[in-house]
T-cell receptor, first 116, second 110 residues
Framework: EADIYQTPRYLVIGTGKKITLECSQT?????MYWYQQDPGMELHLIHY???????EKGDLSSESTVSRIRTEHFPLTLESARPSHTSQYLC???????????????FGNGTRLTVT | QKEVEQNSGPLSVPEGAIASLNCTYS??????FFWYRQYSGKSPELIMF??SNGDKEDGRFTAQLNKASQYVSLLIRDSQPSDSATYLC??????????WGAGTKLIIKP
């Protein structure tokens, strides 16, 4: 049961195009994340958000931007797609942690992006 | 630099046996530990999380945490072919920061 939704599921696009990957969650979670994952590799954090109007860059510079205008919506935008952006993009959310303890992430189904 | 290490595998286990997956981490400041399962082409899904030293059991799964030795393990009892997947270890350092291992590929042989 998907409480966090990503669209599109697959996207093939040409170099230089602007694209937005959508992510919405219905769980009311404050924290949301975007990860990038290549096949057989670890997840890399691109952006995260603690709540509305809060966004931070992660440890991977992907030349993308995010916005968080509503709690449930956390879109990722690539201003100019390049072949190096070809990857799987995963959106996740989490409920508030217990003090300093992190809480589990819930992932969407992902968007597989191919830039030609 | 904080690191999480996992043997990439593949780890091959006969059906019905116990599968043991290990994860080591570098920073003693780690507070939370998560195991995720990821089928090929799918998103990670949470298996278990553990915060305190010792064992935590959930059905066929047991997570074991040893902070002194800086490792966390996942045991899968009565392994089934459907358990064949990549298992990701994630270590939390604060309320939001997670460091991920590259995962161990597990193959359960019928």
């Amino acid at each position: 049961e998907a409480d966090i939704y990503q669209t599109p599921r697959y996207l093939v696009i040409g170099t230089g195009k602007k694209i937005t990957l959508e992510c919405s969650q219905t769980m009311g979670h404050d924290k949301m994340y975007w990860y990038q994952q290549d096949p057989g590799m670890e997840l890399h954090l691109i952006h995260y958000s603690y709540g509305v109007n809060s966004t931070e860059k992660g440890d991977l510079s992907s030349e993308s931007t995010v916005s968080r205008i509503r709690t449930e919506h956390f879109p990722l935008t690539l201003e100019s797609a390049r072949p190096s952006h070809t990857s799987q993009y995963l959106c996740a959310s989490s409920e508030p942690g217990q003090g300093y303890l992190g809480s589990p992430l819930h992932f969407g189904n992902g968007t597989r992006l191919t830039v030609t | 630099q904080k690191e999480v290490e996992q043997n990439s595998g593949p780890l091959s286990v006969p059906e019905g046996a116990i599968a043991s997956l290990n994860c080591t981490y570098s920073d003693r400041g780690s507070q939370s530990f998560f195991w995720y399962r990821q089928y090929s082409g799918k998103s990670p899904e949470l298996i278990m999380f553990i915060y305190s030293n010792g064992d935590k059991e959930d059905g066929r799964f047991t997570a074991q945490l040893n902070k002194a030795s800086q490792y966390v393990s996942l045991l899968i009892r009565d392994s089934q072919p459907s358990d064949s997947a990549t298992y990701l270890c994630a270590v939390g350092y604060s309320n939001y920061q997670l460091i991920w291992g590259a995962g161990t590929k597990l193959i359960i042989k019928p």
